[in-house]
């Protein structure tokens, strides 16, 4: 055997870390899609069956929403043959037409279900999209989780309870299409949490630093189509997003002044002591390339829309139908079997309950790992009272922000932050980390 045949036999040492990268890649990432993948089908059974026969919702007045969500689907593609703005339509209150700017246009979904509606019709691109709300939103879950060193099973039950909540299943009943593509939001905060690395944190021993640079920029541009993807969906998710990014930033700057962090094995990338300038950087640019992008499309055009009319911001009376009363996250919907063996009060909102062993391994996390789960619990502790609507004093002295004063629903705050934080430390036990 010549020296260039040599050059070509892999080592023991190669074969063993490529069976090893398979191995992780089969775990963290085949096996969940997989179960994720199977349960949706399950839980949404027989979606699958009728998949372009029929659409899921409940009877009656309950549907209403699904028919315009079905028709949102159709007016992106529409919108975009013809060359105009997807923010105004002409096709319906004719010949003057209707504007979009406020209305729940889920324009992320419109776009992605392009190649789905063409290959297969508007009902199979809905009933698809519903499916897939179901995979990535547990998957999506699951991945943050691992990042936050939880261990696979506790990251794989985080992603069930996450998917699997009453909030998903509620606004699937109604046909609210932007709600239940909730994989967007856990998606943001994983290209959150990889945007504030520090450099130093993302360059690995002996590359280049130009290396580190061209990771900066990777992660930069991922993290700002993780936010247009949210802000696009549902304006209500581009609020907790942003409620989750201020948390962050200063949860960051907080712990760098405070000092270093708890000997606890983690995954976090905000390690104190390293500097916040080039995290902040990094978030000024994904900040300004959003805003190069929303700004034109959606902001400007929405500020003057309020200037010239009101329909768009709410009076009290409704902000106040749309608030959740503080104990809605215990109360079980109607269905729940629990109410046949008790009689417990009726919520107020019945989107917001958590589910008693979601909330349970969620407590025993926050207690057992109490210096990693402290943010989560301090961004649920604030959405729950902006969920509150202005039963608090403390949402009446907000109210003048412009985004909330045409937030009509305050409680979506606590039906996000019941799902998304306090899951994520579930019964999880600290790990090394093996990868940057």
């Known amino acids: 055997m010549n020296d260039a045949q040599q050059l070509c036999v892999p080592t023991d040492g ?23 993948s199977a349960l949706a089908i399950l ?8 998949l372009g026969d029929a659409l899921p919702a409940a009877p009656g007045e309950g549907a209403q929403d699904l028919w315009q969500n079905a028709w949102n689907l159709w007016w992106a593609g529409e919108a975009l043959r013809r060359g105009q703005s997807f923010f105004f339509t002409d096709v319906l209150f004719y010949p003057q037409g209707a504007s979009l700017l406020f209305h729940p246009l889920n324009l992320t979904s419109g776009l992605l279900a392009l190649p789905l509606r063409a290959a297969a019709g508007t009902i199979a691109a809905y009933n698809l999209f519903v499916l897939l709300s179901f995979v990535l939103s547990g998957y999506a879950v699951f991945l943050l989780a691992r990042r936050h060193s939880c261990g696979r099973a506790a990251a794989w039950l985080g992603g069930l309870a996450y998917t699997g909540s009453t909030f998903h299943f509620f606004h699937l009943r109604l046909g609210h299409l932007e709600q239940i593509s909730m994989q967007w939001l856990p998606l943001y905060a994983l290209a959150l949490d990889a945007l504030l ?24 541009l991922l993290a700002t189509l993780a936010l247009l993807a949210v802000i696009f969906t549902s304006l209500y998710m581009a609020l907790y997003a942003a409620l989750l990014t201020g948390v962050w930033v200063a949860w960051m700057v907080v712990e760098t002044w405070v000092g270093p962090h708890p000997p606890v094995p983690t995954a976090l990338p905000m390690g104190a002591g390293q500097g916040v300038r080039a995290p902040l950087l990094n978030l000024g640019a994904m900040l300004l390339l959003t805003l190069m992008i929303v700004g034109p499309a959606l902001l400007i055009p929405m500020v003057h ?34 109410r046949t063996l008790l009689a417990l009060p009726e919520p107020y909102s019945a989107s917001a309950f958590v589910g008693y062993l979601a909330l ?5 996390g926050a207690v057992a790992r109490a210096p990693l789960a402290a943010r989560w619990l301090a961004l649920t502790a604030i959405a729950w009272a902006l969920s509150l609507g202005p039963a608090l004093p403390f949402y009446r002295l907000i109210s003048a922000f412009p985004p909330l004063q045409v937030s009509r629903y305050p ?13 994520l430390h579930p019964r999880a036990r600290p790990r090394p980390v093996q990868r940057a």
């Open 411 to 423: 409680r979506v705050a606590t039906d996000r932050a019941a799902r998304q934080p306090v899951l």
């Open 305 to 338: 829309e309020v200037q010239q009319a009101t329909y768009m911001v709410p009076g009290t009376d409704a902000t106040v139908r749309g608030s959740a009363l503080p104990a809605d996250a215990l109360l079980p919907p109607a269905a729940h079997p629990l």
């Open 14 to 36: 190669t074969i063993e870390q490529a069976r090893t990268k398979i191995s992780w890649f089969v775990l963290d990432h085949g096996l969940p899609l997989l179960c994720y």
């Open 43 to 50: 839980l949404t059974w027989p979606l699958a069956r009728y």
């Open 197 to 220: 690395m520090t450099t130093s944190r993302a360059r690995r021993p002996g590359r280049p630093r130009f290396f580190a640079r061209r990771s900066s920029v990777v992660r930069v």
């Open 360 to 364: 349970a391994l969620a407590l025993y």
